[in-house]
């Protein structure tokens, strides 16, 4: 028994733990994946749309600041075209060109000047004097010196402002010379400072040799700067977009991309973080709203099994009450005909040896035998042959009223009326053995439909037992009626007493016919299991809880059809005795 | 009330014998026969039976079959169950075609008699009754 029952919790741990694996595995499964591919395909999605986004917008402005110097170098040549064909000395040209410029552009060049193949700038117009300054040594002057064209890198120049100069060769009295403009270098630094992305993104152009060609950002190191340079990598009209880490190891997105007219690389470089901020809150979501989809799947893969397998047991145990209770009645009903077949008999043979010792007795009374020595012997003998006969008889009855129940006549009978007959009956009994008798009778129980002196039987059988339990010290024994709040439609009729109980495993044994802890040849064991019987006939069940020492309960519940009308359609006495309602009949 | 003549009717050989000695000890006249059949032809050829002594369980004609017989050819005779087991199923069967009374087996052999006496009292009654209808009805014709 125990055993089973450590096999059943086993069986149950592992059903359990077969279902909680089961949904996990269901739940996590699609759940990740799916998770998983969206998550992936929406950060590749987003980090594209970023980066085009970025390369587009350092494209353009890369466009721009290469058809802003196109457009400015434009200009130069032109004037130099002018130049060549004019008859103005120069310093007039210059001065009159500037005046145009200034109308036309601003201040987005800054002066004009023209400088003989020495570098000498004998001709100067502009807000510096700036005539005759020497740029023979300058390097944009050698760079230049040779070209038809030139835009030079920043530099301090001669005055240690930060500026750009296009040159134009032209040629003035039969020599080569210079036409050159400074650029404000303000104006051209305005076009990059335009692109401004986030907190960190920020874009500044660069020479091949990682110089600074706009102004010097507070947030840009030269670490930075060098870090980026990749001369032999870039080449013109292309757009290069890498992800990078700088010394302090945070990692930033570079964007560089190579002017059209001039060496110079456009850079935009954002930190990563700053870039994806908005992906990174949506992934933070994500992960959030995983990991609670994660906890409820857990939180239910955990307690919804144990519910399950809860609910399964109480079945199982249900299930197995039944099939116990099946087993039970199966069994007390095979014993009930066995017990029939032997009482027949049994009942003959013991009826013939009554009737011999019958006949035996009837021959000692003639005069002859009278007179014997041991003619009381025969008597007593013959006597005692009488007794156990009757006994034999006694229990051959009983073992025929259990197969095959007293009398089934069918009444409406009123629990109480008959719960109070019986307890008249026994009064006497009760008070020999110091037993007092309470009753507690609900009032509204129904009439019920069986066989009164069926119930008779079985409440009289139970209060015996109880008298006989409590021996002769004396107790109380209370009789309880009322209608059922277990089970529907039903009455409950219990019989308790404060007797020494019944032990553990006498228990399981009561209802079995032939069980009996009286002493030989004072009980026969039938009592219960004709109880029982009965019982189970009129569609009941009875059942028993007992501890020792303190008492036994035997509770009895009966159905009773739902009432259709207030008063019973019959009424009848149930006080009458059997034999009233036999001849009735 | 002297000499009542009675039949016992049992298969068990053994119990009918016995009874039917110490009955007879007791001063009835007693004849035993093992089967209904034989109780219904031992009938015919003694139409003096005033009582019968029937067991319920036999094999053949059983208890209520031959008491339904006797009942419907010998109205007057008087007949006493024995049934190996009480149940009131059977004896209100038995009430309802006509047995005077029932007895359970082992009986005791004193009550055995006083039914019998008193089966026998009843059915002399009773042919008292219709004699003394018939003998009204003679004188009155005769008046």
Known sequence: MKQSVTERTAFYQILTRKITVLILMVSFFPMILTTGILFYRFNGAYKEKINAHISELVQKHTQNIDSFLSEKLGNIRYLARLFDNNQQTPRIFLQQQMTLLRNQYGDVFTDLGLVDSNGIQFAYEGPFKLENADYSNAKWFIAAKEKAFYISDVFAGLRGHPHFIVTVKVSFNGSNSLLRSTINFGAFNSLVENIQ????????????????????????????????????????????????????????????????????????????????????????????????????????????????????????????????????????????????????????????????????????????????????????????????????????????????????????????????????????????NNVIIETELHEGIPFIRISPSELQQVILNLINNAIDAMHKGGGTIKIETKISKLEKNHVVIAVEDNGPGIPKDNLERIFDPFFTTKPVGKGTGLGLSICYGIVQKMGGKIDVYSEVGMGTRFRIWIPFQEPLSEKPLNEINVAEPVSATLADK | ???????????????????????????????????????????????????????????????????????????????????????????????????????????????LVDKVKGAAKRKRDHEQKITDARIKEITERMA
């Open chain 1, 197 to 432: 992305i986030g907190r960190t993104g920020i874009a500044f152009i660069i020479n091949t040799k990682g110089e600074l060609q706009t102004k010097m950002d507070v947030r840009l190191k030269d670490s930075a700067i060098m870090s980026i340079l990749d001369p032999d990598g870039h080449k013109k009209n292309e757009t290069i977009f890498s992800e990078k880490q700088d010394a302090s190891g945070k990692r930033y997105l570079c964007v560089t991309s190579m002017l059209n007219n001039i060496d110079w690389i456009m850079v935009f470089r954002q930190d990563i973080g700053d870039a994806f901020r908005e992906l990174r809150k949506t992934q933070i979501l994500a992960l959030v709203l995983f990991l609670l989809g994660c906890g409820a799947i857990i939180s239910v893969a955990f307690t919804l099994p144990r519910n399950i397998v809860k609910l399964i047991a109480s079945a199982d145990k249900k299930s197995e009450v039944m099939n116990r209770q099946v087993i039970e009645s199966g069994k007390l009903a095979t014993i009930g005909e066995l017990a029939a077949g032997i009482a027949h008999e049994i009942n003959n043979p013991v009826a013939i040896m009554v009737e011999e010792a019958g006949w035996i007795e009837d021959l000692l009374e003639e005069e002859e035998l009278k007179n014997t020595k041991n003619f009381e012997e025969f008597k007593r003998a013959l006597v005692q042959i009488n007794t156990q006969g009757k006994r034999c008889k006694e229990i051959t009855h009983k073992l025929l009223s259990f197969a095959r129940k007293t009398d089934s006549t069918i009444n409406d009978v009123q629990i109480n009326d008959a719960v109070r007959e019986i307890v008249s009956l026994t009064a006497q009994m009760a008070r020999y």
């Open chain 2, 1 to 111: 009330m002297k000499n009542i003549k009675m039949l016992l009717v049992d298969d068990e050989k053994g119990f009918i014998d016995t009874l039917s000695k110490r009955l007879e000890k007791r001063e009835l006249s007693v004849s035993a026969v093992y089967n209904g059949e034989d109780a219904i032809s031992k009938l015919k050829e003694n139409s003096d039976i005033e009582v019968v002594i029937l067991d319920v369980k036999m094999p053949g004609m059983d208890g209520i079959e031959t008491l339904t017989e006797i009942k419907r050819v010998y109205p007057l005779v008087e007949v006493i169950m024995l049934t190996g087991h009480a149940t009131v199923e059977t004896a209100i069967d038995g009430m309802k075609v006509g047995a005077f009374d029932y007895l359970m087996k082992p009986c005791d052999i004193e009550l």
